[in-house]
Nanobody, 123 residues
Framework: QVQLVESGGGLVQAGGALRLSCAAS????????MGWFRQAPGKEREFVST?????????RYADSVKGRFTISRDNAKNTAYLQMNSLKPEDTAVYYC???????????????WGQGTQVTVSS
């Protein structure tokens, strides 16, 4: 069983930046694809970004965040990051990190989930 803990959320003005972290409890972290998802009020949870298991690996982004968000990971620290720049009010959501043996944009592929961290972007 792997536990994930997100941190770094908060309140920021539009145009600002935040860096989310996701710390994993297990050394097997480096064997999994890391994904970030988000859920805005009244909406379904949606895909944000993924990164393949190795540090500096292949990344993928939702069109809505491409060019503004950067995903990364440090397997030596069992930690992944989501750097969010040029934030917009529509980025307001609870952000979740998750681990999958296979990856992809579908939540059903992810076995382990964090509790989420709130990001609020004011206009």
């Amino acid at each position: 069983q792997v536990q994930l803990v997100e941190s770094g959320g908060g309140l920021v003005q539009a145009g600002g930046a935040l860096r989310l972290s996701c710390a994993a409890s297990a050394s097997t972290f480096g064997s999994y694809v890391m994904g970030w998802f988000r859920q805005a009020p009244g909406k379904e949870r949606e895909f944000v970004s993924t990164i393949s298991p190795w540090s500096g690996g292949i990344t993928r982004y939702a069109d809505s965040v491409k060019g503004r968000f950067t995903i990364s990971r440090d397997n030596a620290k069992n930690t992944a990051y989501l750097q969010m720049n040029s934030l917009k009010p529509e980025d307001t959501a609870v952000y979740y990190c998750a681990l999958s043996p296979t990856g992809g944009v579908y939540q059903t592929a992810y076995d382990y989930w964090g509790q989420g961290t709130q990001v609020t972007v004011s206009s």
